[in-house]
């Protein structure tokens, strides 16, 4: 079976596709869709740390263009999570899913699954209603217990990890946090 991962980052990739290796897939490409990350500066820094990863573990990862207008139209007067989390989870998602029927993948998933810090139940409701919708699997699996494994890999790598989702939003919020501790 071929699978799409969607990755949101390198460190969190890194414990999924190790364990996804493993498993019933013969071919795993990565992903990385993510219109929500912002500033341009951060998408890219983002963008290189994860090719710097690439090479190291031995998938492909395909590059779609940074269109973060998709996003902002997505979570126009939605500004508030859950609701603004659940509108881009769905739009990376469903990017995702519509190149893994257009490129003949068996099904697709996400390395959002890895964070302690996403509505996995959401996630996965998402996942599974674009995969009916679009006529590919949604795979599911709980990639939390790696969390700390992937971080821990990414920090003796000297990848880059970031302290926010990518979104400006999320970004006020820790600096509100911040500025308020």
Request: with cysteine; glycine share 6%; proline share 5%.
């Amino acid at each position: 079976m071929r699978l799409l991962l969607h990755i949101c980052c390198g460190p969190c990739a890194l414990y999924p596709i190790k364990n996804l290796a493993s498993s019933k897939f013969k071919e795993i490409v990565g992903y990385y869709y993510n219109p929500n990350i912002h500033p341009p500066s951060e998408y890219k820094r983002r963008k290189d740390a994860l090719a710097d990863a690439e090479k190291r573990i031995g998938v492909e990862v395909i590059y779609p263009p940074y269109k973060m207008e998709e996003y902002f139209k997505s979570v126009a007067s939605k500004e508030d999570s859950p609701e603004r989390c659940r509108f881009c989870w769905g739009l990376r998602l469903l990017r995702t899913a519509e190149f893994a029927r257009e490129n003949d993948f068996d099904a697709f998933t996400t390395t959002l699954l890895i964070s302690p810090y996403q509505d996995h139940d959401l996630v996965r409701e998402i996942g599974k209603a674009l995969g009916r919708e679009k006529g590919v699997e949604f795979y599911y699996e709980d990639f939390r217990k790696g969390f700390r494994e992937s971080q821990e890999q990414a920090k003796k790598q000297d990848l880059y990890r970031q302290k926010y989702c990518g979104c400006v939003f999320s970004e006020l919020e820790r600096d509100v946090k911040w500025a308020g501790s």
